[in-house]
């Protein structure tokens, strides 16, 4: 028969110190591991007989009763789970039948949706323990799940701070406008000292971010950037409702708004070429950056996937890659022929460690490089932008503004002044079908007619 094993979760969760029970699933070649969504203190965990100790205490205080009552709950929650697991192990055909890959994660999910008055037992239903599975088992891509782990701290934080129950069932579009309002002001909490380096100065935000931190401490939110976190909740809420966690439908009621953005910006082929034949004798390694940048340009894939290239890639002339930002939906492979300058930049680097299509730095460096390149080089343009946070118009010299992905509106923005079939474009840049992304391309139109309505002049 198939065997299950519990182990804890490396992870420690900051608020509780509990960590997180997780299953592995054994029969034959079948080996799949999953989150329970039950959590337990370390020092309470017995590996050897797989479940809780139970302490044995002679006198009982009230708060050391509810922990024994809490520990024996796990118990019998993580033996009604491996019931479970089996039962369903058995339907399936008990190895008969090869199982999806996620077919553990999947079956604990289905023992969740379960309604409450026909399980065997409860299962906490926090938004926040919620959100946790739904990171997990969500088809989602890694850069994603990136952003709602984000989505997860602050939620963390905001209900720390404020107290604010965030329950499924209880969730109010006056609850979604008080997280948003958080989120553009989580700011204030940080200040400067005397010699500039940022601290918290309100001592309740402290203790709050001691448990839940970011990499960085947090910084003003444009409005994009707040509707894009309520778009992602909003998601997370659909998909609960869904798989019947909850009849609640706070968003019913509460308007995200849209995102505002410019038209985009990007270098022409001239600048591009300028670029290129540019020397920058004190700084050697920016050549080779700017050679990096520049055969970006010719590709205009992702930053992303731009780093995880390989030699294998480059197959008869061409780049082949499969996005990452489609790999968990309808994953579709692009391919974007390399024209004579491409591949000169390529026989520049043949053997570069690890078998990489090139000698890549880190996207933060690459991105400060860019700047410094563009600035050296004098391309200093002024373009228009839309201020992320005012949401206002403002000029800027074009390497001041350009990041990683300026690659990719070079080779979009440029295909698209020389012929205008958003369908061919789409296939060689790797923009999905009805892009809104991409549809803003279109703007470029009105670029050309002022250019050519000066030259009237």
């Not at 601290?199 to 910084?219: F, L, N, T």
């Not at 849209?258 to 300028?274: A, L, S, W």
Request: hydrophobic share 35%; proline share 4%; aromatic share 10%.
């Amino acid at each position: 028969m198939a065997t299950i094993v519990y182990s804890l979760s490396a992870k420690k969760d900051k608020t509780t110190g509990k960590q997180e029970i997780l299953m592995r699933f054994f029969h034959g070649r079948l080996n799949q591991r999953a989150k329970t969504n039950l959590f337990t203190l370390a020092e309470y965990w017995d590996e050897k007989n797989q479940c809780n100790k139970i302490p044995k205490v002679r006198f009982m205080s009230e708060e050391k009763a509810t922990l024994v009552k809490s520990l024996q709950q796990v118990n019998k929650e993580l033996e009604e789970i491996s019931t479970f697991i089996q039962e369903e192990f058995i339907k399936a055909g008990a190895g008969k039948v090869e199982l999806a890959d996620k077919w553990l994660s999947s079956k604990l999910l289905d023992r969740i949706k379960i309604p409450k008055g026909e399980r065997k037992s409860t299962v906490d239903n926090s938004t926040i323990s919620t959100l946790a599975h739904f990171i997990e088992v969500h088809d989602i891509s890694e850069s994603q799940k990136r952003q709602y782990k984000v989505l997860y701290r602050a939620l963390q934080r905001f209900t720390l701070y404020t107290g604010t129950s965030i329950e499924l069932d209880d969730l109010t579009a006056d609850t979604l406008r008080q997280f948003a309002d958080y989120l553009s002001t989580e700011h204030q909490f940080i200040g400067k000292d005397k010699e500039g380096k940022p601290i918290i100065i309100d001592s309740r935000y402290q203790e709050v971010y001691d448990q839940v931190p970011e990499c960085r401490y947090p910084k003003p939110r444009g409005k994009n950037d707040i509707i894009g976190t309520m778009s992602r909740f909003r998601t997370f809420v659909k998909w609960a409702k869904k798989n019947h966690l909850t009849n609640n439908e706070p968003f019913d009621e509460y308007e995200i708004g849209q995102p505002m953005y410019g038209t985009p910006f990007y270098i022409t082929k001239e600048e591009r070429n300028i670029l290129y034949a540019t020397k920058f004798p004190k700084n050697p390694g920016l050549e080779v950056q700017r050679d990096i940048f520049v055969f970006h340009c010719f590709i205009g894939c992702r930053v992303g996937d731009l780093l995880q290239m390989k030699k294998s890639n480059v197959i008869n002339g061409a780049i082949e890659y499969v996005p990452r930002k489609t790999k968990e939906g309808r994953p579709i492979t692009v391919r974007v022929p390399l024209g004579p300058t491409a591949l000169e930049i390529l026989e520049r680097y043949p053997d570069v460690p690890g078998n990489r299509l090139l000698p890549f730095t880190c996207a933060q460096d690459y991105n400060r490089n860019i700047k410094k390149m563009l600035r050296l080089a004098g391309i200093d343009r002024q373009v228009t932008v839309i201020n992320s946070l005012t949401r206002e118009e403002e000029q800027h010299p074009i390497w001041e503004v350009a990041s990683s992905h300026i690659a990719r509106r070079v080779l979009v923005g440029n295909l698209y002044k020389e012929l205008k079939d958003p369908n061919l474009i789409a296939k060689i840049s790797g923009h999905v079908e009805n892009s809104k992304a991409f549809n803003r391309y279109r703007n470029i139109d009105e670029e050309m007619a002022k250019e050519v309505i000066l030259k009237l002049e």
